[in-house]
């Protein structure tokens, strides 16, 4: 039986949820559950009524506190020190980018000022809306040193947009094992389209290790306390997808023991925008794109809906260990109303990594390598 947390285990189902509609055209994705869950929390935040309910429901399950939640983000905001070698880097900025004519609500900035790196800002969203997205854009890439540097693409901001909420996150850390460069060769990877021979780091390692339900769970550790989970299926990950939630996932963390692996497990890069809007309305998010919105918490103005919620997410995995970026923008505008064996692990077709913090079970990143 599982051993997490109510509130870890809300946050899979989440990780989950998410990764089933926005993996279902079949190729590589790649999202940060931590950076929209971030992004959307404080969204139900300066809502009121069904438009902060739908929001709270995706993120916990149907558990009404938002709090416990907003403190495992916190929590997942610092990472350990590192005994020695490099040290992590983590970057965690929630930033309101607000027209300055906006009559903010007192409070909001307040509850902004408890999440991690939560501040207020200006932008020209309506006297020049391309300058305001260069300067959102300007920001969101220093704080993702470099990794994004447009997450809002031209025709984004328009003189009716008013308000932004944006989540940024940068994470480096190495391996508590490094993978031997000498040892990486090209090997084969069984894609959808084709075997095909891609870059594939080697190691043999005491790790993680469980098999459960026809997964195999490794779980490489990093300094700071972040791991990256790799889940590989048995056979053909179209075909066993499904059968992965955030029971089974649980079941394999509760189950892994030090084990003697002997891995393999190829260098990719994944850079990946996620269609949000379209995903977040069928998964039931839908009051906060309409007039019927209520955002009392952030503004008095009753105009105020949300009009996009736009995600990039960049991942990079070689030998010396990890370097991922995310954004998240929720932008906001005015509207007319209305112990074992020794065990080898060749990940040598399609699977899932998960990029996690140790301590709080949240999940920063969320992978589907098809194409490495």
Same mark, same amino acid.
């Given at each position: 039986?599982?051993? @997490?947390?109510?509130? &870890?285990?809300?946050?899979?189902?989440?990780?989950?949820?998410?990764?089933?509609?926005?993996?279902?055209? %079949?190729?590589?994705?790649?999202?940060?559950?931590?950076?929209?869950?971030?992004?959307?929390?404080?969204?139900?935040?300066?809502?009121?009524? =069904?438009?902060?309910?739908?929001?709270?429901?995706?993120?916990?399950?149907?558990?009404?506190?938002?709090?416990?939640?907003? *403190?495992?983000?916190?929590?997942?905001?610092?990472?350990?020190?590192?005994?020695? %070698?490099?040290?992590?880097?983590?970057?965690?900025?929630?930033?309101?980018?607000?027209?300055?004519?906006?009559?903010?609500?007192?409070?909001?900035?307040?509850?902004?000022?408890?999440?991690? %790196?939560?501040?207020?800002?200006?932008?020209?969203? !309506?006297?020049?809306?391309?300058?305001?997205?260069?300067?959102?854009?300007?920001?969101? *890439?220093?704080?993702?040193?470099?990794?994004?540097?447009?997450?809002?693409? =031209?025709?984004?901001?328009?003189?009716?947009?008013?308000?932004?909420?944006?989540?940024?996150?940068?994470?480096?850390?190495?391996?508590?094992?490094?993978?031997? *460069?000498?040892?990486?060769? @090209?090997?084969?990877?069984?894609? =959808?389209?084709?075997?095909?021979?891609?870059?594939?780091?080697?190691?043999?390692?005491?790790? %993680?290790? $469980?098999?459960?339900?026809?997964?195999?769970?490794?779980? @490489?550790?990093?300094?700071?306390?972040?791991?990256?989970?790799?889940?590989?299926?048995?056979?053909?990950?179209?075909?066993? &997808?499904?059968?992965?939630?955030?029971?089974?996932?649980?079941e394999l963390l509760s189950a892994k023991q030090d084990t003697m692996v002997t891995l393999a497990l190829p260098k990719f *890069?994944?850079?990946?925008r996620a269609e949000l809007t379209t995903a977040l309305k069928e998964l039931g998010v839908r009051t906060m794109f309409t007039?019927?919105?209520?955002?009392?918490?952030?503004?008095?103005?009753?105009?105020?809906?949300?009009?996009?919620? @736009?995600?990039?997410?960049?991942?990079?995995?070689?030998?010396?260990?990890?370097?991922?970026? $995310?954004?998240?923008?929720?932008?906001?505008?005015?509207?007319?109303?209305?112990?074992?064996?020794? !065990?080898?692990?060749?990940?040598?077709?399609?699977?899932?990594?998960?990029?996690?913090?140790?301590?709080?079970?949240?999940?920063?990143?969320?992978?589907?390598?098809?194409?490495?």
């Amino acid at each position: 039986m599982s051993q @997490l947390a109510g509130t &870890e285990r809300a946050h899979l189902n989440f990780c989950f949820t998410l990764h089933r509609v926005l993996a279902a055209h %079949g190729g590589d994705s790649c999202f940060s559950p931590y950076s929209i869950a971030s992004a959307l929390g404080l969204v139900s935040r300066a809502a009121r009524g =069904p438009a902060a309910d739908e929001v709270v429901a995706l993120l916990t399950g149907g558990d009404p506190d938002i709090a416990k939640h907003a *403190e495992l983000l916190r929590d997942a905001a610092a990472l350990g020190e590192p005994t020695g %070698g490099e040290a992590p880097v983590l970057g965690v900025s929630n930033t309101l980018w607000v027209w300055a004519d906006l009559p903010l609500n007192e409070a909001f900035p307040d509850e902004l000022a408890t999440w991690p %790196g939560g501040t207020v800002a200006t932008a020209p969203f !309506v006297a020049d809306p391309e300058g305001a997205r260069r300067v959102i854009n300007t920001d969101v *890439e220093r704080a993702t040193r470099g990794l994004i540097p447009e997450l809002l693409p =031209p025709g984004t901001v328009d003189p009716d947009t008013v308000a932004s909420i944006v989540n940024a996150l940068y994470l480096k850390v190495a391996w508590a094992f490094p993978f031997p *460069e000498a040892e990486t060769e @090209l090997a084969d990877f069984h894609a =959808p389209g084709g075997t095909r021979q891609v870059p594939t780091m080697r190691q043999a390692e005491r790790l %993680g290790y $469980a098999a459960h339900a026809g997964w195999q769970l490794v779980e @490489l550790p990093a300094v700071g306390g972040v791991s990256a989970t790799i889940l590989l299926p048995d056979g053909d990950l179209a075909e066993q &997808e499904s059968t992965l939630d955030d029971s089974v996932l649980a079941e394999l963390l509760s189950a892994k023991q030090d084990t003697m692996v002997t891995l393999a497990l190829p260098k990719f *890069e994944l850079d990946v925008r996620a269609e949000l809007t379209t995903a977040l309305k069928e998964l039931g998010v839908r009051t906060m794109f309409t007039t019927a919105a209520d955002f009392a918490g952030l503004t008095d103005d009753p105009r105020i809906v949300v009009s996009d919620v @736009l995600h990039q997410a960049v991942l990079r995995i070689d030998e010396q260990g990890l370097e991922g970026a $995310a954004a998240t923008a929720a932008m906001m505008r005015l509207v007319s109303m209305p112990i074992t064996d020794p !065990v080898t692990v060749e990940v040598d077709r399609p699977f899932l990594l998960l990029v996690r913090h140790a301590t709080t079970g949240m999940v920063y990143f969320f992978a589907r390598v098809v194409r490495p």
